[in-house]
T-cell receptor, first 113, second 113 residues
Framework: GESVGLHLPTLSVQEGDNSIINCAYS??????FIWYKQESGKGPQFIID?????DKRQGQRVTVLLNKTVKHLSLQIAATQPGDSAVYFC????????????FGKGTKLSVKP | DAEITQSPRHKITETGRQVTLACHQT?????MFWYRQDLGHGLRLIHY???????NKGEVSDGYSVSRSNTEDLPLTLESAASSQTSVYFC????????????FGQGTRLTVV
């Protein structure tokens, strides 16, 4: 399958612990942000999104925090499970650019049983 | 179930040859996208389409072309393959813009020798 895990920042956590994956975005005009999960050999999969008029959004076991002051985005995963092991990407969309998502380089999450 | 499929999954071609990568989706989405994924760069947008007969250039469109003759397909053509185009290619489709919850294909690993 397709793999992109080499040479990426890696976060290693114990099963059951909470994980925090960070992302710095580049453009203060970005108004929409998405987190994707990519498992080995698969395409990216949508996790959660947030608009720039919000600073927090919660999903099932995941929370995204947005700090526009420092252009920082984080993904928090509660009670991390082995199935959460993957590469996580943040992506930003600039207002008016429609489909042009700009992806970060990714963080590899490894969950130790 | 609706899906998005890419073919071939793996391709080796020679420098200078024309190559076409297929993308077919049964979601009936108007919006389709092609990305390439390289180590250290995340995913970068090549071309995208908002509907039949509509195509747009993305961040890294040089050397690539697409055509949209129906809703289901967005083939990506490398006019004259170069070694710099060795990469993993992902096709995606989405109902909305920005591409919230975009569905990605499994990817095509292309090697240009």
């Amino acid at each position: 399958g397709e793999s992109v895990g080499l040479h990426l920042p890696t976060l290693s956590v114990q099963e059951g612990d909470n994980s925090i994956i960070n992302c710095a975005y580049s453009n203060s005009a970005s108004d929409y942000f998405i987190w994707y999960k990519q498992e080995s050999g698969k395409g990216p999969q949508f996790i959660i999104d947030i608009r720039s008029n919000m600073d927090k959004r919660q999903g099932q076991r995941v929370t995204v925090l947005l700090n526009k002051t420092v252009k920082h985005l984080s993904l928090q995963i509660a009670a991390t499970q082995p199935g959460d092991s993957a590469v996580y990407f943040c992506a930003e969309n600039m207002w008016g650019s429609q489909g042009n998502l700009i992806f970060g380089k990714g963080t590899k999450l490894s969950v130790k049983p | 179930d609706a899906e998005i499929t890419q073919s071939p999954r793996h391709k080796i071609t020679e420098t200078g040859r024309q190559v076409t990568l297929a993308c077919h989706q049964t979601w009936n989405h108007n919006n389709m996208f092609w990305y390439r994924q390289d180590l250290g760069h995340g995913l970068r947008l090549i071309h995208y389409s908002y509907g039949v007969q509509d195509t747009n250039k993305g961040e890294v469109s040089d050397g690539y072309s697409v055509s949209r003759s129906n809703t289901e397909d967005l083939p990506l053509t490398l006019e004259s393959a170069a070694s710099s185009q060795t990469s993993v290619y992902f096709c995606a489709s989405s109902e909305s813009l920005p591409p919230r919850e975009a569905f990605f294909g499994q990817g095509t690993r292309l090697t240009v020798v």
